[in-house]
């Protein structure tokens, strides 16, 4: 059976800024925001071009609902949303109002979702010949390990 996460994870996979929303999401708050029974955690009806059943985050839910938590909460719900539709978002107010590690984890998720602009290849000449090698993003996820659900 796939795990909650996995499945995330495979809506979000080849964008970017859906894979980062996603693992803050997964890592933030012991991943309570991407359990089941979370609004924003919903299942694609069959519409003839979706995959029936699978799981997605909706960022309209998220918007909907965030005023409800602490502050440092909604700053990280907010920037999911963010990242999942590339809506702008505050980001002096969002690093300004979380807890140290969180803050570790929305500057990885923002280091991830610039990972798929110009400018993360690096050029690598040497006697066996050239190559362009993907260094990535710019921070790792830090030692958080992801919820499973």
């Known amino acids: ?12 996979e080849g964008l970017h800024h859906r ?9 933030a708050f012991s991943g309570r ?5 979370n609004p924003w955690i ?24 965030a005023d409800v938590y602490s502050g440092g909460e909604r700053r990280a719900l907010t920037l999911v949303a963010s990242l999942v539709d590339e809506q702008p978002v505050n980001i002096v107010d969002v ?25 993360n290849t690096l050029l690598v000449r040497s006697s066996a010949g050239t190559a362009l090698v993907d260094v ?7 030692d958080v390990p992801p919820a499973e659900s």
């Not at 909650?4 to 979000?12: D, I, S, V």
């Open 1 to 12: 059976m796939t795990s909650m996460t996995e499945e995330l994870r495979g809506w979000a």
């Open 19 to 27: 894979v980062a929303a996603v693992g803050l999401l997964v890592r």
């Open 33 to 37: 925001f991407a359990a089941e029974g």
């Open 42 to 65: 919903v299942r694609y009806a069959d519409d003839g071009l979706l995959v029936d059943g699978r799981l997605y985050i909706d960022p309209e839910v998220i918007r909907q609902h």
């Open 95 to 119: 690093v300004s109002g979380v807890d140290r590690d969180v803050l570790a984890l929305v500057l990885a998720a923002l280091s991830h979702a610039g990972s798929g602009t110009d400018g």
């Open 136 to 142: 990535g993003p710019v921070m790792p996820w830090p």
